[in-house]
């Protein structure tokens, strides 16, 4: 494949990552905070899962050069 479609979708399989804290703060902003817990579990969940893609990529990246 192509260098420019592999980055490519590195950022956006991170960019999809940022969507739980978005969705944690609109919770709480129109619904509440019981409405919250799923984007704030999600949180978490996505740094740690983000730390080990980047961990990952980056490794991968690495053996390509």
Avoid: E
Wanted: proline share 3%; glycine share 8%; aromatic share 10%.
């Amino acid at each position: 494949s192509f260098p420019i479609f592999a980055a490519l979708r590195r950022a956006c399989s991170m960019v999809g990552m940022q969507n739980s804290g978005l969705a944690t703060s609109l919770a709480l902003l129109h619904f509440g905070a019981a409405a919250a817990i799923p984007g704030a579990l999600f949180s978490v969940w996505h740094n740690i899962s983000g730390s080990l893609a980047a961990n990952y990529l980056s490794s991968r990246m690495k053996k390509t050069d």
